[in-house]
């Protein structure tokens, strides 16, 4: 993860199961002075399910909600939790009024006879621009308490945001990768709402290349125009 210098910096941090209670993140400096820790917050409040539909992956909701943003591969992922079946984790694609469709169908013995709960994985807290006004490594700790069997375990999730001068972005999106390329538009993969994930994995390998042919004190972070390799990042998405 790369935070760009004097800048909030949203760190987003997903689940690896349901939890009990919210997990706090606490944070170290470059210059070793720590933050922290404070609770995070998550992204959308939990929702109940009342019933699982024919197709098994139409779930009934017991109010209408909103996702906007909260769909697809990263941000629509959470946990199914019931009351006979454990929890597992599904990928939301849509949330339309009273009903959410998953990108993947569930297992066939899984019977909603009482309320399941809908569980957002995704957590974030804001690092703010007085934090981020040295470049170098901020190292993060996550900790959490488990929901899991055997319940109540707290267990921490180390991690790393380094802050650069400016992070090396193209400006490519699906938008204007499908008006490029009109024939990419409809080879949008089943759990996905777009092509992101395709433009985030060529956006590494250019980076690779990128970085290869930089001076030795340099990194892809320190070019002052990365729009100019627009063009190159476009082709590794097809």
């Known amino acids: 993860m790369k935070a760009a210098q004097?800048?909030?910096?949203?760190?987003?941090?997903?689940?690896?199961?349901?939890?009990?209670?919210?997990?706090?993140?606490?944070?170290?400096?470059?210059?070793?002075?720590t933050r922290g820790p404070s609770s995070m917050t998550v992204a959308h409040a939990d929702v109940t399910v009342t019933a699982l539909g024919a197709d098994r992956r139409t779930l009934t909701l017991s109010a209408s909600e909103s996702a906007a943003s909260l769909?697809?591969?990263?941000?629509?992922?959470?946990?199914?939790?019931?009351?006979?079946?454990?929890?597992?984790?599904?990928?939301?694609?849509?949330?339309?009024?009273?009903?959410?469709?998953?990108?993947?169908?569930?297992?066939?013995?899984?019977?909603?006879?009482?309320?399941?709960?809908?569980?957002?994985?995704?957590?974030?807290?804001?690092?703010?621009?007085?934090?981020?006004?040295?470049?170098?490594l901020i190292n993060t700790t996550v900790a959490y308490v488990t929901a899991e069997a055997p319940t109540n375990r707290f267990k921490i999730q180390k991690g790393?945001?380094?802050?650069?001068?400016?992070?090396?972005?193209?400006?490519?999106?699906?938008?204007?990768l499908v008006s490029a390329m009109p024939q990419l538009a409809d080879m949008v993969p089943r759990r996905q709402q777009d092509l992101s994930p395709q433009v985030e994995a060529a956006l590494e390998e250019l980076r690779l290349y990128v970085r290869d042919d930089l001076l030795a004190d340099q990194t892809e972070d320190d070019i002052f125009n990365p729009e100019v390799f627009l063009e190159a990042h476009r082709y590794p998405c097809l």
């Open 160 to 176: 790393t945001v380094e802050v650069v001068r400016r992070p090396f972005d193209s400006g490519l999106t699906h938008s204007s």
């Open 6 to 33: 004097n800048k909030d910096y949203l760190f987003r941090w997903s689940a690896p199961c349901p939890l009990n209670g919210s997990p706090s993140l606490a944070y170290v400096l470059p210059d070793g002075t």
């Open 71 to 136: 769909v697809g591969v990263g941000p629509g992922r959470a946990w199914l939790i019931t009351a006979e079946d454990g929890y597992l984790g599904v990928t939301i694609l849509r949330v339309d009024g009273a009903t959410a469709i998953l990108g993947d169908v569930l297992p066939r013995g899984l019977a909603l006879t009482t309320s399941a709960t809908l569980s957002w994985a995704r957590w974030e807290a804001t690092i703010p621009a007085a934090d981020t006004a040295t470049r170098g």
